[in-house]
């Protein structure tokens, strides 16, 4: 079992850089893939990027891959999401997900088997 609990969300200025925590309670084992999505008001929840535990491997959705960062920290158990120059269309509540047994697209909705109650980030123009 897996809890996830994130952190960091808020209102900032278009331009401005927001880094979002996800804390992880509970064994995180080298196997998993932590990974962070996004749902804005009125759309489908969309991949934003996921690091490998096991060789901090990332994997990022092209349109962001440019203006945000996962990293990962083994020994917190924490997964942060790093968001420069944001942009008011990236207005949405961030997910962070895990996926215990890693095997197909780490953007893939349906292979994360645990979700946190997510956190808003609000960009305003």
């Known amino acids: 079992q897996v809890q996830l609990e994130e952190s960091g969300g808020g209102l900032v200025q278009s331009g401005g850089s927001l880094t979002l925590s996800c804390a992880a309670s509970g064994v995180i084992y080298s196997s998993y893939v932590m990974a962070w999505f996004r749902q804005a008001p009125g759309k489908e929840r969309e991949f934003v990027a996921s690091?490998?535990?096991?060789?901090?491997?990332?994997t990022y959705t092209d349109s962001l891959k440019d203006r945000f960062t996962i990293f990962r920290d083994a020994a917190e158990n924490t997964v942060s999401l790093q968001m420069n120059n944001l942009k008011p269309e990236d207005t949405a509540v961030y997910y962070c997900?895990?996926?215990?047994?890693?095997?197909?697209?780490?953007?893939?909705?349906?292979?994360?088997?645990?979700w946190g109650q997510g956190t808003q980030v609000t960009v305003s123009s």
């Open positions: 690091v490998s535990w096991r060789n901090n491997k990332k």
């Open positions: 997900a895990a996926d215990v047994s890693p095997d197909s697209s780490p953007a893939a909705i349906s292979a994360y088997d645990y």
